[in-house]
């Protein structure tokens, strides 16, 4: 069984500073890297990399970004037949701005992840027959995003909803489609409308997106922990202790950390401790695709930490 993940695949340009800049000031930053990003492409690889048969869909331009972009995929073991060349607009862009604490700020400029349309959908519907899940992220137009969960949804594959960038709101038909939503405190907060910032209020919040028929909801709340709440059961997940270098794909590598150990059987309590071990290890690393751990490292992360 194959993983699909459909979204964004984007150029992540980062800059290291002293402290995330305020508005109209100009810093000094310490360090400049280019790195392969995009919230879906960082899902396919993170679970690529811990041994999960994945399949990306999305799409490319034709420029030195997209070859480097499909290149990395690849050589992450990641299956981009499906990854569509678009010769009328370029690569998607992130400009990412990470501070000495780990913190970021970003800005996407979505290229051809902003025409990604409803023949990228067919794509999907064609790998849905041997797939076990399907990961999505809001980096690509809203209306493609609930096309596949619904074409999943049909099939009979689960749905995994990353609502990042995060949205005040989100069609009220696909929430019935989602069976596993993973908010940070930020992108549960605008879903809500309140504050999420720590168990209670991220307990709360999931209790509201259960009622608006989403299966599963966990809710990330960065070195705090984990809430994942279900209509039977609610429970906590500690953070691992590591030292944070750059939080950028620590979110991505949760999901495909998850999504992996979905597809290894493991209960949902496990799934949601992989996610949590694979996150807490991007953390440690500098740049999106780049600090997505292997499988040896993250056995070892979790024997390490275990018990």
């Given at each position: 069984?194959?993983?699909?993940?459909?979204?964004?695949?984007?150029?992540?340009?980062?800059?290291?500073?002293?402290?995330?800049?305020?508005?109209?000031?100009?810093?000094?930053?310490?360090?400049?890297?280019?790195?392969?990003?995009?919230?879906?492409?960082?899902?396919?690889?993170?679970?690529?990399?811990?041994?999960?048969?994945?399949?990306?869909?999305?799409?490319?331009?034709?420029?030195?970004?997209?070859?480097?972009?499909?290149?990395?995929?690849?050589?992450?073991?990641?299956?981009?037949?499906?990854?569509?060349?678009?010769?009328?607009?370029?690569?998607?862009?992130?400009?990412?701005?990470?501070?000495?604490?780990?913190?970021?700020?970003?800005?996407?400029?979505?290229?051809?992840?902003?025409?990604?349309?409803?023949?990228?959908?067919?794509?999907?519907?064609?790998?849905?027959?041997?797939?076990?899940?399907?990961?999505?992220?809001?980096?690509?137009?809203?209306?493609?995003?609930?096309?596949?969960?619904?074409?999943?949804?049909?099939?009979?594959?689960?749905?995994?909803?990353?609502?990042?960038?995060?949205?005040?709101?989100?069609?009220?038909?696909?929430?019935?489609?989602?069976?596993?939503?993973?908010?940070?405190?930020?992108?549960?907060?605008?879903?809500?409308?309140?504050?999420?910032?720590?168990?209670?209020?991220?307990?709360?919040?999931?209790?509201?997106?259960?009622?608006?028929?989403?299966?599963?909801?966990?809710?990330?709340?960065?070195?705090?922990?984990?809430?994942?709440?279900?209509?039977?059961?609610?429970?906590?997940?500690?953070?691992?202790?590591?030292?944070?270098v750059d939080t950028t794909a620590a979110g991505d590598?949760?999901?495909?950390?998850?999504?992996?150990?979905?597809?290894?059987?493991?209960?949902?309590y496990n799934c949601v401790v992989w996610g949590a071990?694979?996150?807490?290890?991007?953390?440690?690393?500098?740049?999106?695709?780049?600090?997505?751990?292997?499988?040896?490292?993250?056995?070892?992360?979790?024997?390490?930490?275990?018990?």
């Amino acid at each position: 069984m194959t993983i699909i993940v459909f979204g964004s695949i984007n150029q992540d340009l980062v800059a290291t500073t002293p402290r995330l800049p305020k508005p109209g000031e100009t810093l000094l930053g310490h360090n400049f890297f280019t790195a392969p990003g995009g919230k879906g492409a960082n899902q396919a690889v993170a679970a690529a990399r811990l041994g999960i048969l994945t399949q990306m869909v999305g799409r490319v331009g034709k420029d030195n970004f997209g070859t480097e972009l499909l290149n990395n995929l690849q050589a992450s073991g990641v299956d981009t037949e499906n990854v569509f060349l678009d010769e009328t607009v370029n690569s998607g862009v992130a400009v990412i701005t990470v501070d000495d604490a780990g913190e970021n700020n970003i800005i996407v400029v979505p290229g051809a992840n902003g025409q990604v349309n409803q023949e990228d959908v067919e794509r999907v519907s064609y790998l849905l027959p041997t797939a076990k899940a399907l990961l999505l992220q809001l980096e690509i137009p809203m209306l493609v995003v609930l096309s596949a969960a619904k074409a999943a949804d049909n099939a009979g594959v689960r749905v995994i909803l990353d609502p990042a960038p995060a949205q005040s709101t989100l069609p009220d038909e696909l929430y019935s489609l989602i069976d596993i939503i993973t908010p940070n405190e930020i992108e549960a907060a605008q879903l809500v409308g309140f504050p999420v910032d720590g168990e209670e209020s991220a307990k709360k919040a999931a209790s509201i997106l259960l009622e608006k028929g989403v299966k599963c909801v966990i809710v990330k709340l960065g070195a705090k922990g984990v809430i994942c709440s279900t209509k039977q059961e609610t429970f906590f997940v500690p953070a691992f202790p590591v030292q944070a270098v750059d939080t950028t794909a620590a979110g991505d590598a949760f999901n495909g950390g998850l999504a992996a150990a979905l597809s290894n059987g493991l209960s949902l309590y496990n799934c949601v401790v992989w996610g949590a071990a694979a996150g807490a290890l991007a953390a440690t690393k500098q740049g999106a695709q780049p600090s997505l751990p292997d499988r040896v490292t993250f056995d070892e992360f979790l024997k390490r930490h275990s018990g």
